[in-house]
């Protein structure tokens, strides 16, 4: 009888001995990881620009781990194809860590470790876990500990995943400055704390949508920059032990020559191994990219509000039915549920506050949370402003004509006569138009404060929309 492949094969940590799949890439400290944390049901697979931060970081070490001897000619250069195969998408699906874990990303950082060195092995020739001849731990994590290698790997996944985000925010800005040319011509009126204010165009808004939103991805490239700030060559709290003199100088030139970007050290790496201060800083500029999306949902709910009984400046898209028991209602559901991922941001704001508030001496064993926190947060955010953008603000068109009858039949038209009729001629009038139901215009008439010619021309749209000097001669005739 032919002689069957074993399922399984027999690794061993400090715990004791561990059945691993004879296939797998993993090895026993990756499988005790994911049998102890199965907590939040999503795993470093589940978000490949951190596998391949992961990547960077492995990589940019065996290079100057190579430099110093430390690493045999065939073992580097198994290593080096091993994560470049990470870094074309390859051999993910043994990435079992759960984002949420205890031990501070040691179970990342051995995963890594074991799926790199047993690809080596294979690439060289040899077994799975035949960890003499390429060791996850004396030479996937030559010079490293899990508290400068976890950190630089998802510091390089956040600055990769940032890109995307990036794509999908310029995509949407594009769309909202599309719709403000469209709209340019059209006058609204404007309101603030929810009562009529002046007139505005609907173009306007617009723009001021996309221009806010423009201003956030300034602020977040900025952010995204110190990700690049890393403490590699730090090992267990920032000494340096275990790693040879020059080794971060040589580790930090391999990264920049292995990435393109440009990596810095920290300058004081026992400060910066128990220092989270830039996922502060980052996941803030996230909070504040979903308060503004907030604000702007918020008023394309307000202005897609009625039909007939709102304030329905905009015909929002249609994208299904909005009720169960009310008969042709179309809910905005599109601006709703980028509200609620928005909060969802807000909310893993919080979590990266109280994980960061908890670095204790010279580690901040909480990192973990507020990672799977933030690739969340960017996904959810990415997602978000693309099915905005698809679903809602390219569809979006405008009521011209509701938006000409609100300003015309609004009290707040008067403000435009104010520099010229003065305060209180402009006070009587909105007074009387509020009383009466009467039009600001045919009470400016009707007391004969002005001509209809003088009238007609301060009232014009293009001129209560924009700073604009009148002619001087446009004077009141009389006052109330």
């Keep these: 009888m032919a002689n069957c492949k074993p399922k399984t094969r027999v690794e061993s940590d400090l715990i004791g001995e561990k059945n691993v799949p004879a296939d797998a890439l993993y090895g026993v400290q990756s499988l005790r990881g994911f049998e102890n944390f199965k907590i939040s049901g999503r795993r470093m697979c589940d978000y490949p620009d951190f596998i391949r931060g992961m990547a960077y970081t492995k990589k940019g070490a065996a290079i100057a781990n190579h430099t110093q001897g430390k690493l ?26 759960d984002m949420i874990q205890g031990g501070a990303g040691t179970t990342v950082n051995m995963n890594a470790n074991e799926v790199i060195a047993n690809r080596a092995l294979k690439i060289m020739g040899y077994e799975y876990a035949d960890y003499k001849k390429c060791s996850p731990n004396d030479h996937i994590n030559a010079s490293q500990s899990t508290n400068d290698a ?36 059209i006058v609204k009126m404007g309101r603030t704390q929810l009562q009529d204010g002046v007139p505005m165009t609907l173009g306007q808004t617009f723009q001021a949508f996309a221009n806010g939103l423009k201003e956030q991805v300034k602020n977040l490239k900025a952010c995204a920059e110190d990700l690049l700030i890393v403490n590699m060559g730090a090992t267990a709290i920032g000494t340096g032990i275990c790693a040879e003199p020059g080794y971060s100088k040589l580790c930090i030139s391999a990264l920049r020559e292995v990435t393109g970007w440009n990596v810095r050290l920290a300058a004081d790496l026992v400060e910066a191994t128990s220092a989270t201060d830039v996922l502060v800083q980052y996941s803030s500029a996230l909070k504040r990219i979903a308060l503004k999306s907030i604000k702007i949902c918020n008023d394309l709910r307000l202005m897609g509000s009625g039909p007939r009984c709102g304030i329905h400046e905009l015909h929002l898209p249609e994208m299904q039915p909005g009720s169960s028991i009310m008969p042709g209602k179309v809910n905005p559901v599109i601006p709703e549920v980028m509200n609620q991922l928005c909060y969802k941001v807000i909310g893993n704001d919080t979590a990266v506050m109280l994980a960061s508030e908890n670095a204790q001496l010279e580690l901040n064993v909480m990192e973990p949370v507020a990672v799977y926190c933030m690739f969340e947060s960017i996904d959810l955010l990415t997602n978000g402003f693309n099915t905005l953008r698809t679903l809602c603000i390219d569809g979006i068109e405008a009521d011209k004509k509701n938006c000409e009858r609100q300003v015309k039949g609004s009290i707040g038209i008067v403000t435009a006569l104010n520099p010229i009729i003065g305060y209180k001629n402009s006070t009587k009038i909105a007074k009387e138009a509020m009383a009466t139901g009467k039009g600001v215009y045919d009470l400016v008439l009707e007391h004969d404060i002005l001509d209809k010619k003088d009238l007609d021309e301060i009232l014009k749209p293009q001129n209560m929309i924009k700073p604009v000097k009148l002619n001087d001669h446009i004077k009141p005739k009389r006052e109330l």
């Design 72 to 97: 045999t000619d065939e073992q580097f250069k198994a290593i080096m194809q091993a994560c470049d195969e990470l870094l074309a998408g390859q051999h993910y699906e043994n990435f079992l860590s």
């Design 150 to 185: 976890y950190p630089t790997a998802f510091h390089f996944g956040l600055y990769l995943s940032t890109a995307k985000l990036v794509e999908a925010m310029e995509a949407c800005i594009k769309s909202l400055e599309a719709k403000a040319k469209e709209f340019k011509n």
